[in-house]
């Protein structure tokens, strides 16, 4: 599946599919560092992770213990946010994040957290809506 960079428009926003099943979202935005962005979930959507469906807020897994998620102190399958796919650069998003600082130039992605190994996406279904909007 081809990535693909997503274009904000004249009002300074976009809406991107993210879904649970990919480790990187395919779809994203190229950013540059300083400027500010907000993030909002659209609608109801949920995904699930094998059998436990949930919004972009996410779940507690006791099973999946804290060193093997992606983003340390968020629940599994909370909607996440990446510059450069790159793991220093993993920020939360859940159903909001009201202003974001881009801290360097690259693509944001983004993706449900879950273990940091690609095997366990597999198992994903479902997707969530997520409006960006820039700010700055």
């Not at 102190?73 to 990446?82: K, P, S, V």
């Not at 360097?104 to 992605?109: I, M, Y």
């Not at 190994?117 to 700055?136: A, D, V």
Request: aromatic letters at 12%.
């Amino acid at each position: 599946m081809p990535w693909n960079g997503i274009t904000i428009n004249a009002k300074g926003e976009a809406e991107i599919e993210v879904c649970s099943g990919q480790y990187y979202s395919r779809n994203f935005i190229k950013v540059e560092k300083g400027q500010e962005y907000s993030f909002e979930v659209v609608g109801h959507d949920e995904w699930t992770d094998l059998s436990i469906t949930c919004g972009a807020q996410g779940f507690h897994n006791k099973l999946l213990r804290e060193k093997k998620k992606r983003v340390r102190g968020e629940n599994c399958f909370a909607l996440c946010g990446t510059i450069c796919a790159s793991e220093p650069n993993n920020f939360a998003i859940r159903c909001g994040l009201t202003r974001y600082v881009v801290p360097l130039d690259g693509n944001l992605h983004f993706f449900a957290n879950d273990h940091r190994t690609r095997f366990w996406y597999r198992n994903n279904r479902g997707s969530i809506k997520l409006k960006i909007t820039r700010l700055k």
